[in-house]
């Protein structure tokens, strides 16, 4: 069974343009969170999505958004880029049950000059 | 606020010895506690679990200890071996369909 995919694994981008990234969860999968992780503030949670439905919402600004698509692919778009965004950005998918365990991609390494 | 506090962000411990990482938590309504390993340029992985009906989990070398009177869970690895250096996060959740909360991680050493 393949795991979690996550594109691109680097990127760079100046300020103030966007960014992208996509997730591949585990086949069956149906929930897909996001996590940023920076050095010092551990993984702090973006949102989930379940079925196409953003389920759960952390404490970011609008700038960051995402969706979720019909094959449970996600995308996550960040607007307007800051120096602070630069961080690793994870994705993670479950089966979507309670208190269900987490299964991490290898991260989105997103540098912002 | 941080409602899941690992207040160690590293720890440095012999081969053979036991690594014991400490995680404390504010929010009572926690009841599945989890504790993740990660090691560079990887993505998290799953180490192991505990209800907050139990408060003792093994797996292997691996043993939770959950504490709720004092809010308070511990990781130990027995015996510590080079492998296991990583950086390790506790995470929480409560009942319902809830993001987990993680610590901020603690980075352990495994000295040969």
């Known amino acids: 069974k393949a795991g979690v995919t996550q594109t691109p694994r680097y990127l760079i981008k100046t300020r103030g343009q966007q960014v992208t990234l996509s997730c591949s969860p585990i086949s069956g999968h149906r929930s897909v969170s996001w996590y940023q992780q920076t050095p010092g503030q551990g993984l702090q949670f973006l949102f989930e999505y379940f079925s196409e439905t953003q389920r759960n919402k952390g404490n970011f600004p609008g700038r960051f958004s995402g969706r979720q698509f019909s094959n449970s692919r996600s995308e996550m778009n960040v607007s307007t880029l800051e120096l602070g965004d630069s961080a690793l950005y994870l994705c993670?998918?479950?089966?979507?049950?309670?208190?269900?365990?987490?299964?991490f991609g290898e991260g989105s390494r997103l540098t912002v000059l | 606020d941080q409602q899941v506090k690992q207040n160690s962000p590293s720890l440095s411990v012999q081969e053979g010895r036991i690594s014991i990482l400490n995680c404390d938590y504010t929010?009572?309504?926690?009841?599945?506690f989890l504790w993740y390993k990660k090691y560079p340029a990887e993505g998290p992985t799953f180490l192991i679990s505990?209800?907050?009906?139990?408060d003792k989990n093994e797996d292997g070398r691996f043993t939770v200890f959950l504490n709720k009177s004092a809010k308070h869970l511990s990781l130990h690895i027995v015996p510590s071996q080079p492998g296991d250096s990583a950086v390790y996060f506790c995470a929480a959740s409560v009942p319902g369909n809830t993001p987990l909360v993680f610590g901020k991680g603690t980075r352990l050493s495994v000295i040969a």
């Open positions: 929010n009572s309504m926690f009841d599945y």
């Open positions: 505990i209800s907050s009906i139990k």
């Open positions: 993670a998918s479950s089966a979507g049950q309670e208190s269900g365990e987490l299964f």
